[in-house]
């Protein structure tokens, strides 16, 4: 069941209710009584990563996989690790 953030308008009283999707909202302080109002904050949800865009997941329609295809083989190319260095002999 989802939590809901509510906020008084009249005196500033904040609280979250855990409420049931068919639950009708609140709509009284229970500080004084006043009428309250939905708070809406982000949601903590972040997509990171290839696949969730609407050209990732698509195989050869179009001019935007073959540009995608060369711009991977480049990023792999200057991924590589550059080779160790000798260690500096300082006495």
Known sequence: MPTYSYACTICGHRFDAVQSFSDSALSECPA?????????????????GSGFYRTDSRAGSGSGSASGASSKTQSTASAAPAPASAPASGA
């Not at 004084?32 to 990171?48: A, D, M, P, Q, W």
């Open 32 to 48: 004084c009584h006043g009428r309250l109002r939905k708070e809406y904050g982000s949601i903590g949800v972040t997509f990171n």
